[in-house]
């Protein structure tokens, strides 16, 4: 897990190594082991390192092979690198490091564009050709691994985060109007190629980008998510199902063992955390260390799943550190969390998920998590109300969206109104071709696009401000398509994740299967209150907020007037998400 950065220039100028350098220090905490720099003619490379394979020098990047005339900087983890390494060598190839960069290198040169559907983990990484100056951009499957990228005058720039291509310079950070309209109607989640700055895009999930010497640029999708629905795998009961992705979950699990450092776990009690519990112990793994993060109970509402963890710790044996965080601590470590976005997320849980990695990296490197089992395997409440639903889109909306398109239009001022886009973006996916059930439409989504820039970023942001590495072998490409061929039905079942949970059965002791899900909310995030509320006002009635005119005052004092009232369909609040946007805009100006 690293970070990396670069620069191509097309007018024949030499690239900037002063913003390189830059752009390597705003993602030092990405990578805090080593850091490097390569230029040559027109372009030039940044990585920071985080050693988690082949811990020697000989892994260190950019990783350059004169032999074969190619560069690589990646960021990630490829868990099949053995076997893709094994296979290479039989072709003859030579390998002087023992880690997955050098594979991935070799494997372009073998196999071309193709090399990346052999890949089986979570990457982001460029590649560049000596000789004929190209380069290529690629991002893994379910976008577990970020890639921003901004156009400059005469070139072009990338790097691991947001703040990064800022810190660099030359970048136009108006506020994007179609991420807007995301942002506050769509959870947060802003869609790729978009973000919430202008002049900042990133690369899908699952697509490669081939940049040509004169600058012209070709985008190319390697893997789309299909939900096939084969009369043998309709026919097939409900018990193969659960045999079958037994099966699927255990690979999954054992191939993100792989590391030369101890792979640890998040354990939130949770049926998802455990069960990665229960199959990383029954893959073999010793004094396996579990951490688990909890916060005070507030007005009724527990706020931690303690007594669960620990069942499963006591189960399986595991050195785990239960992390409980005072309220006060967690609204005074409030602005770091929201300085370690790469973009504004509204997520309660970014905090949390900010102290537990700052407490997990004083004795682990990498970590596997239970994210994405809830999109994956349909836990979420929203499923079993698209169940032989006539209006899919409308119904999903209706269930997900922060505020539609009328509040949307009563919330930001006539400049920022434009286009329902939230909706026609719905719309797109759910008529496209691949996924005919609405429950599937709706996971598929999910899985692919909120998944993507609402958990999975959320973690990545959070884990890697302390140069910790998280795994998560729900979000397998394989798993996920093994999840995406099972009806729809059996994932509903015993009130959503009903495959999943029996699966677990097999695995993990009952007590932590047959019980309400959690859900911890921040309280103060929530409801806000005291300081944070105080901050949040500050925001919005401050001179850059002024100046930036995206939300109508009318609609901002009624939200001021009793901030409780107005909570979204996902338990979130309508003025933390106003808040939270004009502070992260204000705390990464430049």
């Not at 998802?272 to 007005?299: H, K, P």
Request: glycine share 10%.
């Amino acid at each position: 897990m690293c970070g990396i950065a670069g620069e191509i220039r097309f007018d024949g100028q030499t690239p900037d190594l002063g913003a390189i350098a830059r752009m390597n220090q705003r993602q030092a905490r990405r990578g805090p082991d080593n850091g490097g720099v390569y230029a040559q003619g027109s372009q030039a490379w940044g990585h920071r390192r985080l050693k988690i394979m082949d811990l020697s020098e000989s892994a260190q990047q950019p990783m350059v092979d004169p032999e074969l005339g190619l560069g690589i900087v990646f960021n990630g983890a490829v868990y099949n690198h053995p076997e893709l390494r094994r296979e290479l060598e039989g072709k003859g190839y030579r390998f002087y490091s023992h880690g997955d960069t050098e594979v991935l290198l070799k494997a372009y040169h073998a196999w071309g564009l193709d090399f990346v559907k052999r890949l089986n983990g979570m990457f982001a990484f460029a590649i560049w050709e000596r000789d004929s100056g190209r380069v290529l951009l690629g991002r893994d499957r379910l976008g577990i691994k970020p890639l921003y990228y901004a156009e400059i005058p005469g070139g072009f720039r990338f790097a691991s985060s947001l703040p990064a291509l800022v810190e660099a310079g030359g970048v136009d950070t108006t506020v994007d109007p179609a991420a807007l309209n995301f942002y506050l109607s769509f959870h947060a989640v802003v869609p790729a190629p978009h973000t919430i700055y202008a002049g900042v895009r990133k690369l899908p999930p699952g697509t490669l980008m081939q940049i040509e010497p004169d600058g012209s640029r070709r985008e190319r999708s390697f893997w789309t998510l299909m939900y096939p629905q084969e009369p043998a795998d309709e026919a097939r009961s409900f018990e193969e199902w659960t045999e079958i992705l037994l099966d699927g979950l255990r690979a999954a699990v054992k191939r993100r063992l792989v590391a030369d450092v101890p792979v640890g776990a998040l354990l939130s009690g949770g049926v998802d955390s455990s069960l990665i519990v229960g199959l990383m112990s029954e893959a073999g793994v010793r004094d396996l260390r579990t951490y688990n993060v909890g916060f005070e109970d507030v007005g009724g509402e527990k706020g931690n799943e303690f007594e669960y963890a620990e069942i499963v710790a006591r189960e399986f044996g595991t050195c785990h550190e239960r992390i409980f965080v005072p309220e006060a601590q967690l609204l005074t470590r409030l602005p770091e969390a929201v300085e370690a976005m790469s973009e504004p997320m509204v997520s309660h849980d970014c905090i949390g998920f900010y102290l537990l990695s700052e407490a997990v990296s004083r004795h682990s490197k990498v970590v596997q998590s239970g994210q994405g089992a809830d999109e994956v395997f349909g836990g979420y409440y929203w499923y079993p109300k698209l169940a032989g639903s006539a209006d899919p889109v409308a119904d999903y909306l209706a269930a997900f969206r922060d505020r539609d398109y009328e509040e949307y239009l009563r919330t930001v001022n006539p400049a920022w109104h434009g286009v329902d886009a939230s909706a026609a973006f719905v719309a797109a996916h759910f008529n496209a071709p691949g996924a005919d059930d609405p429950v599937d439409k709706a996971l598929r989504l999910d899985t692919t696009i909120m998944l993507v820039d609402d958990p999975v970023k959320r973690v990545d942001n959070m884990t890697m401000a302390f140069g910790l590495e998280a795994r998560v072998p729900f979000l397998d490409h394989e798993l996920v398509e093994l999840a995406a061929r099972i009806p729809a039905r059996h994932k509903l079942a015993h009130g959503g994740k009903g495959v999943l949970k029996e699966a677990a059965r097999k695995v993990i002791p009952s007590a932590v299967i047959d019980r309400p899900k959690g859900y911890f909310p921040v309280p103060a995030l929530k409801y806000l209150q005291g300081p944070v509320l105080e901050r949040v006002r500050d925001a919005l009635s401050s001179r850059a907020a002024r100046e930036r005119g995206l939300f109508r005052q009318d609609y901002v004092d009624t939200l001021l007037a009793d901030p409780s009232a107005h909570i979204t369909p996902l338990r979130g609040s309508k003025l933390w998400q106003l808040g939270l946007l004009e502070w992260w805009l204000q705390s990464h100006a430049t």
